[in-house]
């Protein structure tokens, strides 16, 4: 069961070459004299697509465990593990090339006991990610029964909800952060209409929580996610969170915000000529997002640095304890 103290910070931790913000930090370069999106004796026709060429040319998943190790000290109180980037455009991935970049970072870090989240639109990551996590636990000799407060499944996919991730989350123990999209990273830009977003968001999160519930998932297992920067359009982002107070006070379950960096930030912060604030210019403005969720209740925020967040929870806190 999740229980609600204050505001938890979950850190992101982007075992990603192409994330709009950070990626690319963890990946070791080809061998030299390979060509990118080629391997020695790569039939012509038959080269690599990015994420691919990536992948074969290695993650460096120590320096991805000392990362996530450093976000925990730092007060992050989940850190959230992903290994496909979810901007929009981005490339689709195969679960296998997935898996190769996190699984070895979720191991590590479950066996220093950090509270994790693995951010996956995949039912068979997710289950490998599952398998991890009691591996690493079990390593290090602590028990590997799972509740949300050790793991959640980060499930970005909204409406394309693969259907065996119910199943999975049911058996497992472990939380499930049911989010608001319309379409994978290719599409869901294209599925921005709405009669009342608001309304439409609050409904169509009502229809995957049931699938979930169907499947035999608890309550006490699920949170949700308007999913801002996905499936929206700015002023449509905008909307959703003037209306987030509302939203956390009529969920029945815990809500989770992911704001951190996103385009419609740098719009808003953008110059005088129109040039769009850079991703990593956009910490403080995230922050101000931050103190409003913490304020309406939210159980987490998602974010790329873990100290202007957690300082504004505690502003938060100390205003509510006066």
């Excluded at 290695?58 to 992903?82: E, M, P, S």
């Excluded at 869901?188 to 009342?196: G, I, T």
Aim: charged share 25%.
């Amino acid at each position: 069961m999740i229980v609600q103290q204050r505001t938890r910070v979950m850190a992101i931790l982007n075992v990603t070459p192409d994330s709009f913000s950070d990626g690319g930090r963890f990946v070791r370069d080809a061998e030299p004299g390979t060509e990118p999106g080629t391997e020695p004796g790569t039939e012509p026709g038959t080269e690599l697509v990015p994420d691919r060429a990536v992948a074969q040319a290695g993650t460096d998943h120590g320096a991805a465990v000392r990362r996530g190790l450093a976000l925990h000290a730092a007060g992050a109180d989940i850190v959230d593990v992903g290994g496909e980037s979810t901007r929009p455009g981005a490339e689709l991935l195969e679960p296998e090339v997935e898996q190769e970049r996190i699984l070895p970072v979720v191991e590590q870090l479950a066996a220093a006991a950090v509270p994790l989240s693995v951010d996956t639109r995949h039912a068979a990551t997710a289950a490998a990610a599952i398998d991890a996590v009691r591996r690493g636990r079990r390593a290090a000799g602590l028990d590997g029964v799972l509740t949300p407060e050790r793991l959640v499944i980060n499930d970005v996919s909204g409406l394309l909800t693969e259907a065996e991730m119910p199943a999975v989350i049911a058996a497992s123990g472990a939380g499930i952060v049911v989010m608001h999209n319309r379409g994978d990273a290719q599409t869901m830009q294209e599925r921005a209409d709405y009669v009342d977003v608001v309304a439409d968001v609050r409904a169509e999160l009502a229809e995957i929580v049931g699938r979930h519930r169907a499947a035999g998932v608890a309550e006490e297992q699920i949170i949700v996610d308007p999913g801002v920067g996905f499936a929206k359009t700015e002023e449509q982002n905008w909307a959703v969170l003037r209306a987030l107070p509302e939203l956390i006070a009529e969920s029945a379950h815990p809500v989770l915000l992911g704001a951190s960096r996103k385009g419609f930030l740098g719009a808003v912060l953008a110059d005088a000529d129109g040039t769009r604030r850079p991703a990593e210019g956009r910490d403080v403005a995230t922050a101000a997002l931050t103190t409003l969720a913490a304020d309406a209740g939210a159980w987490a925020v998602r974010v790329h640095e873990v100290e202007p967040h957690r300082d504004a929870v505690r502003v938060v806190e100390a205003l509510h304890s006066c």
